[in-house]
């Protein structure tokens, strides 16, 4: 069953524009993580962030975590043509180390 | 991180019969998941697939359609079996480290229609 929603489902904007993704879940988590999904391929891992983290950041891409609120967002800045793809976030729990994943938000950047 | 080899990466097969996928971990791992993917949507864990001993299964997925092998720390393989239209989806596997520090990395993925 997935673990809780994504927003938008569907983003697009021009390159250089900032694009922003957010992940709801329902239940606690020991870490929430995001993928991405190139069309026809395997996930890539992107970045994780742990339950005691709040904020954290790789390159052009910024996690937040609020645990209070059960939700997570990703921030791709200055984006390019190639960021293009599908955004997964997944949680973590103590269940045996299985990931539950969101909807997805399928990002496009236009050049 | 690990590297994963999926095989097959398509297949086109006939329904009734039943299809073996292959992953393949350059590294020894903990944790190993099959995952599946209908066109479009994300990805629904079909089960984890355990080192010796009978996969975990999740709610709506049974064994005797989702046959799991697991016979050492890099190698796994899932077989749909018995398959009809509705098993046409794209398959998944996963591979990583048991610690909540570290992400997962995925195989390529097989693309399976049954007709």
């Known amino acids: 069953s997935q673990q809780g929603e994504e927003d938008p489902q569907a983003l697009s904007i021009q390159e250089g524009e900032n694009a922003t993704m957010n992940c709801s879940y329902k239940?606690?988590?020991?870490?929430l993580q995001w993928y991405r999904q190139n069309s026809g391929r395997g996930l890539v891992h992107l970045i994780l962030?742990?339950?005691?983290?709040r904020e954290k950041h790789s390159g052009r891409l910024r996690v937040t975590l609020d645990t209070s609120k059960k939700s997570s967002s990703l921030l791709i800045t200055a984006s390019r043509a190639a960021d293009t793809a599908s955004y997964f976030c997944?949680?973590?729990?103590?269940?045996?180390?299985?990931?539950?994943f969101g909807q997805g938000t399928e990002l496009s950047v236009k050049p | 991180s690990a590297v994963i080899s999926q095989k097959p990466s398509r297949d086109i097969c006939q329904r009734g019969t039943s299809l073996t996928i292959q992953c393949q971990v350059d590294?020894?791992?903990?944790?190993m998941f099959w995952y599946r993917q209908q066109p479009g949507q994300s990805l629904t864990l079909i089960a984890t697939a355990n080192q010796g001993s009978e996969a975990t299964y999740e709610s709506g997925f049974v064994i005797d359609k989702f046959p799991i092998s697991r016979p050492n720390l890099t190698f796994s393989t899932l077989t749909v079996s018995n398959m009809s239209p509705e098993d046409s989806s794209i398959y998944l596997c996963s591979a990583g480290r048991d610690s909540p520090n570290y992400g997962y990395t995925f195989g390529s993925g097989t693309r399976l229609t049954v007709v």
């Open positions: 590294s020894q791992v903990t944790m």
């Open positions: 239940t606690s988590i020991n870490n």
């Open positions: 962030i742990r339950s005691n983290e």
């Open positions: 997944a949680t973590g729990s103590n269940q045996g180390g299985k990931l539950i």
